[in-house]
């Protein structure tokens, strides 16, 4: 059957619903294309479940630092339920009602690209009068370790769903997925081992919230190597790897969380010229430089791999099939991000490190994230800190990160305040409220000389 | 004796003290005069043991919301001896260091005005010259009840000292105070009566927030009773207080939170022709018109009665003794403030009838505060609306609403983009992080229509 449309989107995930929804609200005729499940890895083994993993113990630790209370957990079994719960044990019918109201066909398979505008779905072909956009996000890496890929190491997908504690774990990567699961892991009572190549956790954020992340899981009993890359990899009943230096680490189960790569073999590259397996490259308005009717969003682009850059990207690429004149003005390694580990890590911009290295002249400041009166009772006496990098030409925030305990919500005003490029002048007169840990935002002005 | 300075301070609460020191910093010699405790009432006897005493139920209620612990509490026994070391046992030492590195002369006793840049401390005489900066802030206001004063109620220092919990506690009063005394000594097991004369609590923030307010304090068992003021008060052992409507209200203990006075009787103002007991009036550079020398900041002024802004003020007093050009541009009813009931309340700017009342062309758009992805993990499912006020002709924010669970470090952004004026269009591009609860400033601005 051959069906036309405005504009065909590949991949429901949040990027590619976002734009079929924003489309189908203008009154577009939209076709959605998905072969999985509507909502995509991020609701279903990613952000989603991996925080519902992450959040009881976070919790229990704050507890723990406000006198008065008594507490005991997590019970792994409740965990996993409400786990269950975030991912809707892996049903997406709670997600069609809202492309339904935004009038958007949903095609289920796998769909295809096959020449100008027109997309492939089995027997099946949706014709795009306006514009095909690819939303087709990425899977887990596998690197060629020898012996990798016949221990049948678990990718984030197993890793955030899996029906019980693994009794142990060794992770490949520690970035924010490798971090974040072995604090859940660990925390459930897993006994983790979280292998890293580079000499540091989280290497492109700060150095002192890769510091205070380390500290913390190895408080929590996670046996962190960082340093030597794992060389090879054996499974006879659990799984031995080995790494540079010859040690070895052993759990039940591997985890292999060394980065990830774009979906796009299989899905008719080829057809249009482009070549499969690669990030779809697109200029700041979101389209293919090669055909002025293909836009990519969300990880299959590769600019940023954060379910809120795709889902701000497909706003903006439904705005220019819309007609309006649209620019990604946050993007790539200074988007805005949060890795959910305790010390939560925070960060909008560039690091001091990638500040200078991008040749801007800037001073970097630093305070105690929870070094005020809202940290007696928010946070108390936790570990954390809290920088600003300052562009000195413009008097400019450019950076911030912000560690310590629940930091996930004070990130927005930083991100703004990055954004709109507000003067430091102006920040000022901005007065956190007393008492609250908001306050570090005084302090670091303070502490810069105003 | 008689000793000079470039400038006095009369008052080390937070304004006075905040003023001292960065004076000090800037190599001035300064007095800082204190009747009482370093720290002042916000310290001692205000939003440092309230916050003490609410912050583990608020906790609690997170626990319970979070699959996977179990918690009990909270202690009164602990938590009141956690309040204790929050306000230090009411002892200031702890607060002297801070001063000293900064050179600041502390002067214990009652400072008073005696004439143009002096001021008399007992029998020491104090000459400023440069300026004198009065810091004295405000006390409970006692309404003229018949009864009242003779039941000996409590005021706010006595309801966040006390060192028992009272078994039942009538609170005249449904503003800031009254409303987080009402929850913390509530919470704590006390059977409390809030009596509010005006038609709904928090008279002067959303009425969605007084709502949700009302409503969380009379799920917590306080029995709530809006509209009809206090017209007698007996005490015989108990206290009982007659309403406007004949009903009547008992309780051990009987606290008065109606509004606050300047401290400026007995200072001497009559010495250079002021009216003591009235706010001593400033401009925008919180300088006297009647005396160029003479500066107020905090409570004293009446513009403000917030502690962030106190201090915000003392920044700004400073700057202009140290002869920059200062403006205050966050004052009044406009300031941020955070109420620290459950839900929390937290808001800047103006709410949608004061913005109308000014008559500014505005509109307002609301969404749940926890009806995004992060509030599955945070504030899950608990009551609370966010609200922006924007400026139509400017699209800009002026005000922000957010009530909610944990919403107090959430409103720090808003503040930014309020002060900033950052147009709409800019905050699009400001992308909050997923999952957080942040993501309800793009539902926010969704709705408005970007």
């Known amino acids: ?94 997600q069609l009602p809202w492309l339904e109201s935004r009038h958007v066909t949903l095609v289920r398979g796998h ?47 197993e890793a955030t769903t899996a029906a019980s504690v693994p009794e142990s774990l060794v992770i490949l990567g520690g970035g924010v997925v490798g971090v974040e699961l072995a604090q859940a892991w660990s925390s459930l009572g897993s006994r983790v081992t979280l292998v890293e190549g580079m000499p540091r956790l989280l290497a492109r954020e700060e150095p002192f919230a890769s510091e205070q992340v380390e500290s913390a899981l190895r408080e929590a009993g996670v046996d962190v190597r960082t340093g030597g890359k794992a060389v090879s990899v ?26 990830r790569k774009p979906l796009t073999a299989g899905i008719g590259l080829e057809s249009i010229g482009l ?25 299959v682009n590769g600019r940023s791999l954060l379910t809120h ?10 705005d220019a099939i819309l007609g309006k004149q649209v620019e990604l003005r946050s993007d790539g390694a200074l988007s805005p991000r949060v890795i959910f580990s305790d010390p939560q890590v925070a960060a909008v911009g560039y690091t001091l490190a990638g500040a200078e290295e991008a040749g801007l002249r800037v001073r970097a400041v630093d305070v105690g994230t929870s070094a005020n009166a809202g940290g007696s009772f928010v946070g108390r006496d936790a570990p954390g800190t809290s920088r600003i990098v300052v562009d000195e030409s413009r008097r400019v925030i450019v950076g911030a990160t912000f ?18 490029e507000v003067p430091l002048e102006t920040l000022w007169h901005a007065v956190p409220a007393f008492p609250t840990r908001s306050e570090l935002w005084l302090r670091l002005l303070e502490t810069y000389g105003l």
């Not at 051959?2 to 009154?27: K, Q, S, T, Y």
């Not at 009943?237 to 189960?253: I, K, M, Q």
């Not at 697109?282 to 293909?294: E, I, K, M, P, Q």
């Open 1 to 94: 059957m051959e069906r036309e449309f405005d504009v065909v989107v590949i991949g429901a995930g949040p990027a590619g619903e976002v734009a079929a929804g924003r489309l189908g609200e203008a009154g577009l005729a939209v076709a959605l294309v998905e072969a999985e499940l509507v909502g995509g890895e991020c609701a279903y083994w990613a952000c989603m479940p991996s925080k519902a993993l992450l959040r009881p113990a976070e919790l229990l630790a704050e507890v723990r630092r406000v006198p008065g209370l008594t507490a005991h957990g997590p019970d792994p079994k409740l965990v996993l339920e409400r786990r269950d719960e975030v991912i809707h044990e892996l049903d997406d019918a709670s």
């Open 111 to 157: 769909g295809r690209l096959d020449g100008e505008r027109r997309v492939t779905v089995g027997a099946d072909v949706l014709l795009a009068r306006k514009a095909v956009v690819l939303a087709t996000g990425s899977g887990a890496a596998m690197p060629p370790i020898p012996g990798l890929a016949e221990a049948q190491p678990w990718s984030n997908r």
């Open 234 to 259: 054996a499974r006879g009943g659990a799984v031995t790897v080995e790494l540079e230096d010859g040690s070895v680490a052993t759990g039940v189960e591997l985890l292999v969380a060394v980065g």
């Open 275 to 299: 070549e499969p397996g690669k990030p779809v490259e697109v200029g700041d308005d979101l389209r293919s430089a090669a055909h002025d009717w293909l836009y990519a969003i969300g990880d």
């Open 309 to 318: 850059m795709g889902k701000y990207q497909a706003r903006l690429a439904a």
């Open 403 to 420: 560690s310590g305990a629940e930091v996930a919500e004070s990130l927005h005003a930083a991100t703004i305040a990055v954004i709109a």
